[in-house]
């Protein structure tokens, strides 16, 4: 993964690592090709969410066509800040896959709830399928506007097929947003156009938040 800016975004020392990713020249590696492996890194400073953005930045999902499981990028305001995470596995780095505790907002607190980035947008760049139940509407790899760290919950109908994308290929992901209508555009393509309030919509209000990449692998692997 290759880190944009245009949202006052500097060198990938501004970053905080988290888990299995680590740093090698200007990219970020957020899991290895192993089994069960999880890595977030988030930008260290928050970003003004209210005001138009534009972010750009490059993906590579691996190249083991059948691997998993992906990618997210993540606008964030969950209260731990850049040490939020999610589970491996389907939970890509950044949703909770724990369904045993009773949590709904899938923040950690004395009741014994888990993982999961809270108060978030997430873009999902998803290369395994896991079913309908988890918002993988076909067998191909996908990617989908989720809100929250709930898996399933797509956001205005943003699934979009993205056929194999395990290719080794670096992918060039654009995200615009003039402040009322977010834009994404895979490869230069538009493939997501939906009218949204983030602050409001996806982060309880909040006019500031962390921007980050989270991944992970479990049973089926990538390196990514």
Not at 31 to 44: H, I, L, P, S, V
Not at 73 to 98: C, H, K, L, M, Q
Not at 174 to 189: H, P, Q, R, T
Request: net charge negative.
């Amino acid at each position: 993964m290759e880190c944009g800016d245009n949202v006052g975004v500097s060198t990938i020392n501004d970053w905080t690592l988290l888990h299995d990713a680590t740093v090698s020249g200007n990219e970020i590696q957020l899991t290895q090709n192993a089994q069960y492996k999880r890595g977030e890194t988030w930008y260290n400073n928050k970003i003004n969410i209210i005001a138009p953005f534009n972010y750009k930045f490059q993906v590579n999902l691996g190249t083991n066509d059948g691997g998993a499981d992906g990618i997210a990028f993540v606008i964030s305001d969950d209260p731990r800040g850049t040490s939020a995470a999610g589970e491996n596995g389907w939970g890509i780095g950044v949703y909770d896959t724990y369904t045993g505790d009773g949590c709904t907002n899938h923040y950690p607190s004395a009741g014994g709830c888990r993982g999961g980035v809270w108060r978030s947008l997430i873009l999902e760049m998803d290369t395994y399928h896991n079913g309908t139940n988890f918002g993988d509407n076909n067998t191909n790899d996908h990617l989908s506007i989720q809100n929250n760290s709930n898996a399933g919950q797509i956001w205005d109908n943003t699934f979009r097929d993205l056929g194999n994308i395990e290719t080794g290929s670096w992918y060039d992901v654009e995200i615009d947003y003039d402040g009322s209508v977010l834009k994404v555009y895979w490869n230069g393509v538009l493939k997501i156009t939906t009218t949204t309030n983030i602050s409001t919509d996806f982060l309880g209000g909040a006019t500031k938040a962390y921007i980050g990449y989270t991944a992970s692998t479990g049973r089926n692997t990538n390196l990514q």
